[in-house]
């Protein structure tokens, strides 16, 4: 029999993962591996670290060559060829040799598209100036690395993954860095009080922030790129790293007359094939599906890119056996100096603009036992459906365990675990590790107690002078740190004043963080007060947002 | 109305979580807790951190008063007090305040039976020597932390969680530590290839282990205690701490008529109502429903403790929304110096003992991406339902980021999930976190490879000399660590050497963590050779026990 022809476009994470499984399930398959680049199988969710210094030497990011992957898989890699056009008719591929320009076709039986995404470039004057970059690959890597040193001014634009990553990394190799970003917080992929840790963290390492801001245009002036914002501001750097996004590569796709989604992403379907059964497609370029409401979506990860790839492999050559990918929920962290964020399923800003049904509670603790050495806060969001009690979506932020608990509420989504569920997770608990009652205990206590009527929230300070505004924390905190239009009340002597209070007016309670107001609205609330509590407390305040942040 | 009388037995974390969330929902409630001992609501899994000085304030651990509790929680607790005798037919307990001798009946409406578990004590020869210890509440900690100066020799009888963190605690204070220990390893929660690291990390630090030995007697000789082990050791220290686990204080319960289980646990239901539906029970001294089979079980740990607690109240003040204990799964986790291990659900000693169908697989990778630094192995087992594929329970042991892999397995026991649903968990993932395939993905894969019959594992080396035992690792790490019996081929070398091996023999495959071997097995398979691979690799093989232990 002729071997099978596995022709694989694309040698990074969803390349490499399908063409090591596919040679895991068949010895006996040609497998072809076809990369435009110069590197296969490089580590790219590494590349800022080394840029930055933290990941030293460059060797680290880059183990896979062509020959040892010929060695280890008997795969057959050929790096800087370019697949210009596919012929579906005849099972073939023409690609491109891109340094001699000498084209030839390749056959396939199977052809997997793993050709990932590129960096978004707006196209704004100047943005062809050899001093602004974006950071996809090694060579990318290497150029920002080279034009890099210490005493430099660098801005970045964009503050998503990879532009806090990279604001860390310049300030780490000893740059000034300015950051723009587009909207009024950073990390747009979690909600605005979550990222309120990493905004302060940035400004705490003199790193400045332009929230609501943009480039309109970059201006060459002599050693110095002037970068030019639409709030009339000009900043000046040495170089300028663009992190505004990715776009799918699908040109290739696209001329095939490959079904694309709303947004150009590659379709396809549980087994990752595209509309033509014959070819798949796999990571950064192609729509899934939704893992918690089940719609398209696109989630250029590399977590999800890798595992696509093995579903892909496994549906062409164990096709009885091969599981359906189960979706993309989106779980994602950044480490920003000493404090990390992230997000696993919905957030709420994206929850409310589809119009679902859903509840959330905010709640602040540490990461482990507060008598242990070295408790920090966490703060941990939850979001769930108001019907069922399923969880839709979590987020944490803080200075240790956040992937922990980002962790635990990604596996409850996938569970379809709901706050009661939650509620009753039994944790692994040592002093060391965590808590008796974990904060995501306390989590799914808290959307319980909302649940069961046992509490209102309120996310915001009401403005309404009608109602009376009650701090029940401690009086030395309270007066260190007033919150105006407030009368203090330490919740220990809440029940011994409560004919201080005109129970005819409505109350919120507040505290430090989120949960002596709770205890207190259930005080007042069993007096036959109407009352509110402060969802996360004070910290969870947007106007405590840090005054240095411009 | 007469406002209701709740009588709770014990102020630690069943009772004082009880307690408080009864105090939150009913503010007319008439609350009164008992608890013998002189604290109230303590940290009772901090006690050895403040032996060893790395907690180095007793406060922290007693942060909770009887004035206190009455201020926020309007709660009366009497501390010194003994619950004596329960007349459930006038509802009323005999209590005795411990140091005046006077007694009287207090009268209750719902009882809440918390009193905890003692450490277990052998009816030993010399047993009651002054300087055997046990460790159950601040004045226990008190004791032996006056008891305890650095240079002194103490040993530690049994090697559980509280026996390892004793050990290691005495160690960090400057003290010379033996352990003796029953069984053939030490953390028998754990299967005894995750103990190894443990067992390595004590012996690292020159704490002598005694594995498969016990005290038979205790000998007071002058200053020193001289312990005399079954095996005919002596050991001589100046003090000794029990830690061979612990039995329910249920004497209360017996007396008063109410169901225990066949181990003595108080019996409750999933609301914790006892065999009497006026009296709950919570903590330590009850049987619940284990989490994965459902059966009468005893977890004496402090979050289903707590949890229970709050259970109970719930269903006294509102049953219609009370939801039940959904039962425990026994998770938990020590550390040892700069290691941990712990587990969830059941070990496979236990699904052996109970003749369970499931299967099993051990991974090696790394707590985060190897190319970040501070990468360090982590090794992970889980057990799954051989039908099912469902999680039936896991292990970890490691450097860091072991709490992080327990939790999301325990997660996912929780959640019913299946080995097949732990390949696409969608985990946290940046360079300093985790990797795009985490180690719990592995484990998934692992096992999904197992069901699909893609591999064969073995967990020891054949002794059978008509296996070819194949050793894929390269050569100086084979050359430099070599496995007896074993022929070296290189995993990129594997497919040109074929011919040196014989069709008709069957074969085993061997690496440093078990994926290279798998790698090779998937090769020899599909050229027809009847092949299997070592799981977990040389770490996990049992002969890697360091000698040095004892």
Redesign the interface.
């Known amino acids: 029999m002729k071997p099978m022809q596995i022709l694989v476009i694309g040698g990074v994470?969803a390349g490499a993962s399908f063409a090591a499984r596919a040679r895991?399930?068949?010895?006996?398959a040609q497998i072809t591996v076809i990369e435009r680049g110069p590197d296969v199988s490089f580590?790219n969710?590494?590349l800022p670290?080394h840029i930055g210094g933290?990941?030293p030497v460059r060797d680290?990011?880059a183990?896979q060559t062509p020959a040892?992957l010929k060695?280890?898989l008997?795969v057959d890699v050929r790096v800087r060829t370019e697949a210009m056009q596919i012929d579906r008719e005849n099972r073939r591929v023409l690609v491109r040799d891109v340094q001699s320009g000498q084209s030839e076709w390749l056959n396939y039986d199977k052809l997997m598209l793993a050709p990932g995404a590129a960096p978004r470039v707006p196209d704004l004057p100047g943005i062809g100036d050899a001093r602004v970059f974006t950071l996809r690959n090694l060579a990318d890597m290497d150029k920002i690395a080279a034009a890099a040193n210490a005493g430099m001014r660098a801005v970045v634009v964009g503050a998503g993954?990879i532009g806090l990553?990279m604001a860390e990394q310049l300030h780490h190799k000893g740059l000034t860095v300015e950051v723009v970003q587009i909207g009024a917080q950073v990390l747009p992929q979690i909600d605005a009080k979550l990222a309120l840790l990493l905004e302060n963290e940035l400004v705490h390492h003199d790193i400045k922030l332009h929230l609501n801001d943009q480039v309109v245009r970059f201006d060459g002036q002599g050693d110095a790129l002037h970068c030019q914002l639409a709030s009339g501001k000009t900043l000046e750097a040495d170089f300028v790293v663009l992190s505004i996004g990715v776009e799918p590569e699908t040109r290739l796709a696209k001329d095939a007359g490959l079904t694309l989604g709303a947004r150009g992403h590659i379709v396809v379907n549980d087994f990752m094939q595209t509309s033509d059964a014959t070819i798949y497609a796999a990571g950064d370029a192609v729509e899934t599906r939704d893992?918690v409401f089940g719609q398209p979506v696109n989630v250029p990860?590399?977590?999800?890119?890798?595992?696509q790839g093995?579903v892909a492999a496994d549906h062409i050559f164990?096709p009885e056996?091969a599981?359906p990918?189960?979706g993309?929920?989106?779980?994602?962290?950044?480490?920003v100096f000493g404090v990390?964020a992230?997000s696993?399923g919905w957030t709420e800003d994206r929850l409310q603009k589809a119009g679902r049904d859903y509840r959330a509670v905010t709640v602040n603790d540490y990461q482990h036992?507060?008598?242990?050495?070295g408790a920090m806060p966490l703060t941990l969001k939850i979001l769930w459906d108001t019907q069922t009690g399923e969880l839709l979506g979590g987020q944490a932020a803080g200075h240790d365990g956040?992937?922990?608990r980002?962790?635990?509420l990604?596996?409850?989504i996938?569970?379809?675990?709901t706050v009661?569920?939650l509620?009753?997770?039994?944790?692994?608990?040592?002093?060391?590790?965590?808590s008796?009652?974990?904060i995501v205990?306390l989590a799914g206590?808290a959307a319980?107690n909302q649940r069961?009527g046992?509490v209102e929230t309120v996310t915001e300070l009401p403005v309404d002078a009608s109602v009376q505004i009650i701090d029940v924390r401690g009086k030395p905190v309270a007066d260190a740190n007033p919150v105006p239009g407030t009368v203090n009340i330490p919740?220990?002597?809440l029940?011994a004043n409560l004919e201080r209070l005109d129970k005819s007016r409505p109350v919120v309670t507040l505290c430090a963080m989120g949960k002596n107001s709770y205890?207190a609205s259930?005080?007042l609330k069993?007096?036959g007060f109407d009352v509110k509590s402060l969802d996360g407390g004070v910290k969870m305040l947007l106007n405590t947002r840090n005054p240095a942040k411009m």
């Open positions: 994470a895991r399930l068949s010895e006996s580590a969710c590494g670290y933290e990941i680290v990011l183990v040892s060695a280890l008997n993954f990553e893992r990860l590399g977590g999800p890119a890798n595992r093995r164990m056996k599981r990918y189960p993309s929920m989106a779980t994602a962290i950044v480490r990390a992230g696993t036992a507060t008598y242990f050495p956040v992937d922990k980002l962790d635990v990604a596996t409850a996938a569970g379809k675990l009661e569920d509620a009753h997770l039994e944790l692994a608990y040592a002093p060391p590790f965590g008796a009652k974990d205990n206590f319980c069961d046992l919740m220990p002597t029940r205890f259930r005080v069993q007096h």
